[in-house]
């Protein structure tokens, strides 16, 4: 299968990137004009790029036809499935993240109830069904029955796999529907080759920010997070817990990723930066 037209651009003589609109304001980025950007007619050398492209069906169908053309995405397939599955990248982050279990196939309350206690956080292997809060809040055997009973059905879900992680506190900054899960103290931060490119509100429709403090504490964990991973391109979500520690909410492969609150500009300079140093060498 094919992948849908693409344009192969390239920043500041540094980044290689292949980008295609998705119609996502908090995903879609314009290069020009911040950028120095030239689109060549030919590779005379394979390339290394980073694709912002959406989300992948299937990343390795994806990485195959970039590879036929020369051209190289930054992450392999099996690294692709690291950074985005959470039962991959669990058990390199275990002690920093909730304690998490998965099942290929719906689980029994008790085997759940036996492990994690009531309540607790049920999601899919990659992510929730945008954030509701009657499939992600399991009070008792009773409603996690409940969302067994409605997982199949929901288009979000029905694929994923269950997720089921133990109930952690978090600071709240706003609560505005019963419907939704609340909005936690919680950030996105990006990280290139080992280095912070990025880091912002995860909720962007709430004002909130970290002290110089709570800043500090909460990159150590993630620097953390990103050296255990070792990968190139990647996406750390930080939650604070009521009590004031920070914990790693989720892990993203950096391709697939939106921005969330993160300055997208900024972001692509540090990158550019990054690669122009090491072409310079």
Known sequence: MAEEPFTLCRLERATWVVTRP???????????????????????????????????????????????????????????ALGSWLPNWYPKLEGVTPRSLWFDRPPSAREVGDELGWPVFVKGGRQTSKHQRRLCVAESPEDFDRIMGEWEADPILWWQG???????????????????LPMSHEFRSFWYRGNLVGIGRYWTTVPYGMTDDERRDALRLAAEAVER????????????TETGSWTVIECNDGQDAG???????????????????????
């Not at 269950?162 to 939704?180: E, F, I, Q």
């Not at 991973?229 to 604070?240: P, S």
């Not at 609150?261 to 990054?274: F, T």
């Open 162 to 180: 269950v997720v089921c992680r133990a109930w952690v506190r978090l600071r709240k900054v706003a609560d505005p529907s019963p419907l939704l």
């Open 229 to 240: 991973l070792g990968l190139d391109f990647i996406v750390i979500d930080l939650a604070q």
């Open 22 to 80: 998705t119609g996502l304001g908090l995903y879609d980025f314009a290069f020009e004009p911040l950028f120095t950007v030239d689109h060549p007619a030919y590779l005379p050398h394979p390339v290394t790029a980073i694709a912002r492209l959406g989300a992948a069906d299937d990343y390795p169908k994806r990485y195959d036809f970039f590879s036929q053309l020369s051209i190289r995405l930054v992450h392999t397939p099996e690294q692709y």
């Open 259 to 281: 921005y969330a609150g993160v300055d997208r500009a900024a972001l692509w300079r540090e990158v550019v930066e990054i690669d122009c140093a090491l072409v310079d060498k």
